[in-house]
């Protein structure tokens, strides 16, 4: 599978790791800014060591982070973010198992949390570097098939100027772009 190609999120084990705020925390982080030990995780997020070394397993164990070998001394276990795919979708409601919905509804809470303190960041963050801060909100009306169409080019446009970090042009930084939506006809 190429590494730009849809990746349904659908194991339930996958999703209960990356429904627990702090190994998405610490994802976040050796996305953003690379590789870490756990003591450095740890003093980062005020977490014990073993702690965060807990989390950085389960992280490994499904396949999200890897061990740096090469950087790892003695206790010392350096991580990084995986070569994964990068176009994680979420399976409907539908498409797992009664008892395992509730991950998927914890997924979101927790990731519209994070989104929710993004949103509280941004007026600061506009008035001090407004080239990089930026937003847009908008009503649309469309199809389901129209509204599929809209979403595959926004994952599209996403995924052209959303390289790895080996491969972004010279002077690029990482920036959080979201998109969600609701049906407007519901207020």
């Given at each position: 599978?190429?590494?730009?190609?849809?990746?349904?999120?659908?194991?339930?084990?996958?999703?209960?790791?990356?429904a627990?705020?702090?190994?998405?925390?610490?994802?976040?982080?050796?996305?953003?800014?690379?590789?870490?030990?756990?003591?450095?995780?740890?003093?980062?997020?005020?977490?014990?060591?073993?702690?965060?070394?807990?989390?950085?397993?389960?992280?490994?164990?499904?396949?999200?982070?890897?061990?740096i070998?090469?950087?790892?001394?003695?206790?010392?276990?350096?991580?990084?973010?995986?070569?994964?795919?990068?176009?994680?979708?979420?399976?409907?409601?539908?498409?797992?198992?009664?008892?395992?919905?509730?991950?998927?509804?914890?997924?979101?809470?927790?990731?519209?949390?994070?989104?929710?303190?993004?949103?509280?960041?941004?007026?600061?963050?506009?008035l001090?570097?407004?080239?990089?801060?930026?937003?847009?909100?908008?009503?649309?009306?469309?199809?389901?098939?129209?509204?599929?169409?809209?979403?595959?080019?926004?994952?599209?446009?996403?995924?052209?100027?959303?390289p790895?970090?080996?491969?972004?042009?010279?002077?690029?930084?990482?920036?959080?772009?979201?998109?969600?939506?609701?049906?407007a006809?519901?207020?």
């Open positions: 599978m190429k590494d730009d190609e849809p990746f349904l999120l659908d194991d339930p084990g996958k999703l209960k790791a990356l627990h705020p702090m190994r998405r925390l610490m994802l976040r982080h050796l996305s953003v800014h690379g590789p870490a030990t756990s003591t450095t995780l740890g003093e980062l997020l005020g977490a014990k060591t073993g702690t965060t070394s807990y989390h950085l397993r389960q992280l490994e164990k499904y396949g999200f982070i890897e061990e070998p090469e950087r790892s001394t003695g206790r010392e276990r350096w991580w990084r973010k995986t070569d994964g795919p990068r176009d994680l979708r979420l399976p409907t409601p539908e498409q797992l198992a009664p008892e395992d919905r509730p991950v998927l509804a914890e997924f979101h809470r927790i990731g519209m949390e994070e989104d929710l303190k993004l949103i509280e960041r941004f007026p600061e963050s506009f001090r570097d407004p080239e990089w801060t930026t937003g847009s909100r908008g009503l649309g009306r469309m199809t389901k098939a129209e509204f599929k169409e809209f979403f595959e080019a926004y994952i599209a446009l996403l995924m052209k100027y959303s790895r970090p080996e491969d972004a042009s010279p002077g690029a930084r990482p920036v959080y772009i979201r998109l969600f939506t609701l049906p006809d519901e207020d």
